[in-house]
């Protein structure tokens, strides 16, 4: 419920940079930036017009993970938590709910999901800790059929990452090949509907079944495609750098040069990376 009897916010001049703040205080400071007296950006915002910083910040915390960068990953997720107190900031003016509120609410979840510690249920190895999360998750959810599980995995999820959980779902009761060479027969099959379709709407309709049978595929091998795929495209991005810096140190520009010289000078790139060890694959 919406807190009511919050005490009045401080002067402006209480707000001072320092090495330690309490939760109490963000709060404050966020309640001051929304106020009268704040931010007239921060008054202006609305859940739906944070649905895009929430995610970028949640992207950027990944980020610094994959640095390796613990001060990194101290500021980003310094960034996620402002994104939950702003949206709760919102929601206790209009007497949705408030911080306390969400704070019950994870605190509730986490105890009524590890029924294996908390209650009667019995979990050895992570996966009967997730099988038992998942069997609690859905009967708190009212989910009736796996159908409904399915369906609960939300459309904004990226779609390497939504597809991936939907096949995990789905697996649960049993609807998933035995071994990975399923998954990768299925490509094969896939990739040769490609060459059969007729249209432009037929094309990207099977272009979408391969992609799904390799996010199959990909799962079986237990490799998350979402981030297989960041770390592809950071490979060519870091490959391609070095190849136009090669271009330039010989006065030249890529523009100017055919796909075949492309391609033998980014051959050498990769020789380099790898150590002089041959790759025919682009």
Known sequence: MPDTNRRPLPPAESFVMKEHFTVAELLDLMAFLRSDQGCPWDREQTHRS???NLLEEAYEVIDAIESGKPDRLCDELGDVLMQVVFHAQMAQEAGAFTFSDVVAAICNKLISRHTHIFGPDRAATPDAVIANWEKNKKREKGLDSQTQ???DVPRAVPALQRSYKVQQKAAQVGFDWDKADGPRQKIEEELAEIKEASNQDHLEDELGDLL????????????QPEMALNRSTEKFIRRFAALEARAEASNLKLGALSLSEMDRLWDDVKQDEKGGKSDASR
């Open 50 to 52: 944070l649905r895009q």
């Open 149 to 151: 599980v399915l369906l």
């Open 212 to 223: 799904f049978s390799v996010v199959n595929y990909a799962r079986h091998l237990k490799v």
